[in-house]
């Protein structure tokens, strides 16, 4: 579904991405990971169309980002790290604002809208200003704009940021719901995030792809934290087996 290749970025001088490659099949979750500075939110932005590249190619569904950008953009559900919500519109007014921008024809748009505020579960503040409602809520507000339009892949950078333990939570089995027939890219800095809901990892470092495997693999004799720290550091890590816990 997704397939990036030789993905390069410049700001003048500065190379804030070089050479990135990696797939994400149909029905996939890819956990992202990097630290700070290492060309996550670069990449999720050129993936998504919000700026150009440098060099390099970016598919979705057999379209090219860059020479079919308005097909991929309809394939493509983003939700970025601060979620673009207009504090002063009430949900249900945003969404259906969100909806007539992404083309949904208008006897389509209040079903559409209906949908997205049940998965996301946001019945409950449908007619409240987006400014008054919690954290917790304006990141659902966020994922249901990304999912307004019914697409195929879903791009989330940082979705649970800030978040306190209940809201991450939902925010998370949410996220577990809306896989399976969307191919998902969740850029996060939590760890245990990615154990829980991703089937691959990409682990990028100073803006190049240290590691691409699947969660399985890479976890065969390390934690994730190992794997991770081996590609960011590039030192050794000594290797411990993963402790399965005991079952009755």
Do not use: W
Request: hydrophobic share 40%; glycine share 8%.
């Amino acid at each position: 579904m997704i397939e990036v290749r030789n993905l390069t970025k410049r700001y003048g001088d500065v190379v804030a991405i070089r050479d990135i490659s990696f797939t994400a099949a149909t029905g996939q979750v890819l956990g992202f990971l990097g630290p700070n500075g290492a060309g996550k939110t670069t990449t999720m932005r050129v993936i998504t169309g919000y700026m150009p590249a440098t060099s390099g190619t970016v598919k979705v569904a057999g379209y090219d980002i860059f020479d079919d950008s308005f097909e991929v953009r309809k394939r493509i559900g983003y939700l970025p790290e601060s979620p673009p919500l207009y504090n002063d519109m009430t949900v249900t007014a945003y969404l259906r604002f969100v909806g007539r921008i992404r083309g949904i024809p208008k006897a389509e748009l209040g079903d559409s809208v209906d949908r997205v505020l049940r998965t996301c579960g946001l019945a409950e503040v449908t007619d409240r200003v987006i400014g008054h409602i919690s954290k917790g809520y304006r990141q659902r507000v966020g994922l249901a704009q990304a999912l307004i339009h019914s697409p195929g892949v879903l791009v989330l950078d940082e979705p649970t940021l800030g978040l306190d333990p209940r809201q991450i939570i939902e925010i998370r089995r949410l996220i577990q719901e809306l896989a399976g027939e969307r191919t998902v890219i969740l850029s996060t800095h939590i760890l245990p995030e990615v154990t829980q809901l991703c089937e691959k990892v990409v682990i990028i470092n100073e803006g190049r792809i240290a590691i691409e495997d699947t969660l399985a693999n890479l976890t065969q004799n390390m934690t994730l934290e190992q794997v991770f720290l081996r590609y960011i550091t590039k030192e050794p890590v000594e290797e411990r087996p993963v402790i399965e816990e005991a079952t009755a």
